[in-house]
């Protein structure tokens, strides 16, 4: 990364700027273009929109998620190379780490180092991005307070879900099992993380800037995360707080650009944690060669 | 995993039938309950849909990924811990492996052991899915012919979206930066990997099973997948092959339940290899702590 240092902030600034340009050009040709041949395609999961939401108008998306990178400079590219029994026990070796992950949502109070905290959210922020935009923000919250606001608002939709959306048969069978609108890795995880997506940003000169795949983009992110947590002796339950976004957004300060993709509570798995006896497909399941 | 082998094959079909009965009941009451208070909402992106579609009606999501897990047996959970000094440690070694990572789109020929690809495949399989539905086909393509056809399939569509989607000026600016929708690296790389989400399954009784956030579960299986190609030493670029999913998906005969989400050409860089010099935003930019 030595070499990337003459790009000085202001070269790349400019940068920006005849990309803003390019871009501003191209897309007034391609709105007259094409306008009347696509049909409408949201961007956007409905779900996760709220009242604030300021649509961007449809655009096409880069096939290669390097398109914009291709205004910087160019470099020869090395990357690390392992024998081939190497490749195979280092393969092995991760699979069988991450094979151990499970989904655990009874965790317990103790601390987790912050600087371990920062570490997988660096690595999360290696992911590719639709065009390199990175349209991710995670929202760390540590605060007992900020934590049990999260708490009352998530319980309190997922209540409406449970007396709202499901049967009584699949209620009373689901209390047999434990499960219910409580969530109190809420209050007791050190860590929440919050990941949300930002469904746009901004050029230099204020107009907006389309953040090609970014549901997509901040997904394989949050799957870099995962593994990250794992590798690091980390549990979590991945959940998609349904209907909870907007508020959850507005609570944590967060811009009407951004929005709640995925809550992450991270800790250390309870003392009488459990998990449910699952098993997972075999690779014959999962793969086809051709 | 010991503790699961009394799950008998038998045991889990009746389990399965079970859950099957519930969420038909429990499915029945939702669609009275509340088929007037949500708006439509698409779980499919529009760009990935073709003609032989079969929508699933809109159902809502479970919030936490676990819900149908819950109808299997517990068992006591307790994952790796590594001391405080360890998990800094280990969790700084995997950001530095990760940040070298790097979308290669200049690919050799050279043949790459198949374990490595089995095992970077099971690796991508525990990545967690909405309900465990785990919906996702991994399609390994190493049939020089078909990986002809893969590419002139792409280049055909690419060369369509340059040429009348991209303004003169654009296409002119790119020219100078040796892009085009030649992509090479679909005839070179020893593997092709399609990843294809299942946007719906099948009960045990033949009904359509919803696969709830099919894609962001695909997405954060790939986050997984790209994390143990860099871990074995294997380059790629993620890229999403635009208007290209329903020929591909005849082509590589996936069912109709099956759409593309992306495509990852798999292999070493080539010796001329270069990368764009991009950075990466830094940790401040990209995380809020409160």
């Known amino acids: 990364m030595a070499l990337f240092s003459s790009l000085t ?29 696509h049909p409408s395609r949201l961007w956007v999961d409905e779900d ?16 290669e998620w390097q398109g914009l990178e291709e205004n910087v400079a160019h470099v020869l590219f090395t990357g690390e190379r392992y024998s081939e029994a190497e490749m195979i026990e280092r393969s092995q070796t991760f699979y069988e780490l991450l094979n151990k992950r499970r989904s655990v949502r009874f965790l317990s109070d103790e601390p987790v180092p912050r600087e371990v905290i ?6 999360a922020g ?12 995670f929202v760390v919250v540590q605060d007992p307070y900020l934590k049990h606001k999260i708490r009352e ?43 949300f997506k930002q469904v746009y940003g901004r050029l230099p000169n204020g107009k907006k800037k389309t953040h090609y795949y970014n ?9 870099i995360l995962l593994a990250a947590l794992q590798n690091a002796g980390l549990y979590t339950v991945t959940s998609t707080p349904l209907n909870c976004g907007p508020q959850l957004r507005v609570l944590l300060q967060r811009p009407a650009n951004e929005k709640l993709l995925l809550l992450l509570p991270v800790g250390y798995p309870r003392k009488d944690a459990t998990v449910p006896a699952l098993t997972r497909k075999p690779l014959e399941d999962i793969m086809v060669v051709m």
């Open 9 to 37: 902030p202001v070269f790349i600034a400019i940068i920006c700027v005849l990309i803003g340009v390019i871009m501003k050009k191209s897309g007034e040709k391609e709105k007259r273009d094409t306008k009347s041949k």
């Open 48 to 63: 996760l929109k709220d009242g604030t939401d300021h649509p961007l108008e449809e655009e096409e998306g880069e096939e």
């Open 118 to 123: 920062d570490n997988v959210i660096r690595t």
């Open 126 to 137: 290696t992911s590719p991005s639709g065009a390199h935009t990175e349209p991710w923000t």
């Open 153 to 195: 608002i998530v319980e309190e939709e997922e209540e409406i879900n449970y007396k709202k959306r499901m049967g009584d048969r699949w209620v009373n069978d689901l209390k047999r099992l434990r499960t219910n609108w409580i969530k109190e890795y809420l209050d007791t995880a050190p860590y929440l993380i919050l990941i």
């Open 215 to 223: 549901e997509i983009s901040v997904s394989i992110a949050c799957g």
